[in-house]
Structure formats: C-alpha cells, structure tokens
C-alpha cells in the first residue's frame, strides 16, 4: 500500500505541474516609425538635430502654384511626428510669387534660419524663359529667421539672398552647412552645376574667397541638384540627386573628401528605385543621433502606384557604412526605423 500512495502522490504531482500556467517573458516588438513618416504629399526634406528632438523640414508638394508655404515637423524618437503647421508662407516672403521648396534650417547665437529656394527664377539662354511672363524673372534662394525651430519665420533680409547666376549654376537646392572651424558654407546649384560660398557672419550675404570670387563650383560627375554635406570620422560625406525628380530616373549618389571644397570624386548610387516598395528616391538629407555612430537617411519617394507628378511623400531609413567608411546602398522599407530618442 506505502508504494501504492507513494506512486499516487507522484502522479498527481506531476498532473498539476503539468497543468500549472507556465510565466513566459513576452519581448515587446519594437516601436517603428513606418513609412512614410507622416500623412501628405511632401519632398526634399531637411532633416536636422535640434537639442533633444530630430526635426523635419519638407516641400509642401503640390503644384507651383499652390506651393506656397512650409510645414515642420519634430519628433524625440523618430516615431511619433508633430506637425507644426505654416511656419513660413508668401505672406511674409513678398517677392516669393510662384513657389517655394527645398527648406534647409540651422541654428546660430540661439536664432533659428530657414533657407529656401523661391520663384524658380529662369534666364532667356533656357527653355523655360517665357519674356511675356516675369513670374521667374526674379528669385532664388531667400532666408528666413525665428526664434524657435517652429517658428514663426519673417523675411530675413526683404530680398532673396541669391538671385544671379554663378558658374551656370540656377540658385535652388541651397544647403548650409556649418564646418568644425566655425565657418558656414552654403552649397547649392540645379542645371547640373554645384556652387560652394561662404556665409558672412549675420547670413545677409556671403564672403568672397582668396581669389576675390563668391563662388566656386564643386560639381561631381553626375550632379543634378539637392546638395547635401556631413563629416563622419574626419571625412566629409558630399551626397546629391541625379536624374529627373519629376520621373523614376531619379536616384542618390555620393563622394567623400577630406576637405569640405573636394575633390569630389564620384563613389556611386546608394539611393534609387525598388519596385515592391516605392520609385523617384531622391533629394536627401541625413540625420546623425548626437553622441553615437547612428545614421539615417530623409529622403522622398513615389508611392506605387503613383498618380501625379507632385505625389512624393517622406521616409526614413536606416544609413550604414562599410569598414573603409563607404556607403552600403539603403535598403527602402515600410517599416522604417526603431524609436531612438535623443539622451541629455
């Protein structure tokens, strides 16, 4: 009988052992930011750090004639996007008449500048010059400042800041870029044709080089338009849009030097065209989380199917680099990238 019980009591020991609920540790999927970012049509977008938040500023795509403001938008984890709407418009840029696009923001002394390109100015020695229609006979790139990255911006100097034509090169796409000397360059150039200048202190105006010239251009083989520039372990990064922007061809190539004037000798595409997830990849920036060797890339695209000209939207994705400090091609997603919020 004692073996009898004996075998009775381990049975049952084993019976409710196996019918007790088991505690398992359940792994959080990670929170991701999707693409693209946030809702509406938007393009060329800036993307920068300012203090402990990633801000967003993009081209409000539509047509020309309805692309007459910006929006902003800031996140503290590359998830969760707020939009602060109307932070520039025509009503505070008068000369700007026909379209603005292409912001590029950056801080200096506690003030906040919006750069921009305006009117898509033309000359009689291209196509697009209409001498019956003075709507792009005057504009270029313009300046804006506030006190906040949110605004609102006012008109920094009544005027744009750049309407001739250096080097051939059509004053759009302008990019300010601050180097660890101190210095503010401004690149910028459509046609095909990249101008560097250097800034003067207040940002009216820029200061000449050496040679007595404003500008010098830098073009690689390949440019079209949308300049953009970062250093990552001593060298300087230079990035920028080839083929159409308003078709598939478009595409993003890249550079690398070691000083901010070049040379720059083409490395190769890192950006273009994925049928299954969008096409017309272009007009970059990148943002670098503070303090980290985290890198992202804020390009637009072409959803599939893409029905206008002016349908691009915002998206992110994750940059990544090659032992010898090239560029591995990135990878276009829905998905997007994790939550990395920015520690103080």
């Not at 993307?47 to 801000?55: M, S």
């Not at 490395?267 to 989380?289: F, M, P, R, W, Y």
Request: aromatic share 14%.
């Amino acid at each position: 009988m004692k073996n009898s019980y004996s075998l009775l009591a381990g049975s049952l020991a084993l019976a409710f052992a196996c019918s007790s609920p088991k505690t398992t540790e359940k792994t959080e999927a990670p929170k991701l930011s999707g693409n693209p970012i946030f809702e509406g049509w938007y393009a060329d977008p800036e993307g920068i750090v300012f203090g402990d938040e990633y801000w967003v500023y993009p081209t409000f795509s539509a047509g020309y004639t309805d692309q007459l403001h910006f929006d902003a938008f800031s996140s503290k984890d590359l998830v969760t996007w707020e939009k602060h709407a109307n932070i520039l418009d025509t009503a505070a840029i008068k000369w700007a008449r026909q379209a603005m696009w292409a912001p590029a923001a950056i801080e200096k002394d506690g003030k906040y500048y919006l750069f921009f390109s305006a009117n898509d100015i033309q000359r009689p020695s291209r196509d697009g010059w209409d001498p019956n229609n003075d709507i792009n006979h005057f504009g270029g790139l313009g300046v804006a400042v506030a006190d906040s990255p949110g605004g609102p911006f006012k008109d920094h100097i009544g005027k744009p800041l750049l309407s001739e034509f250096y080097n051939d090169a059509q004053p759009i796409d302008q990019f300010v870029f601050k180097d660890t000397d101190g210095t503010y360059y401004m690149l910028y150039g459509g046609w095909s044709h990249c101008n560097i200048g250097k800034l003067n202190a207040d940002f009216t105006g820029f200061e000449p080089w050496e040679d007595g010239e404003l500008f010098h251009e830098i073009t690689p083989e390949g440019y079209v338009e949308g300049p953009f520039v970062f250093i990552r372990e001593g060298k300087y990064y230079f990035l920028w849009s080839e083929g159409g922007w308003t078709n598939d061809s478009y595409k993003v190539a890249y550079a690398m030097s070691d000083n901010i004037n070049g040379p720059w000798d083409r490395i190769g595409t890192i950006l273009e065209n994925d049928t299954t997830v969008a096409t017309g990849a272009g007009h970059n920036s990148v943002i670098q989380k503070p303090g980290s060797d985290d890198w992202y890339m804020v390009y637009h695209r072409r959803p599939i199917p893409n029905e206008g000209r002016d349908h691009r939207v915002t998206a992110i994705d994750v940059m990544e680099f090659n032992e010898d400090g090239t560029i591995k091609p990135i990878k276009m997603t829905f998905e997007g990238v994790e939550a990395n919020a920015i520690s103080q």
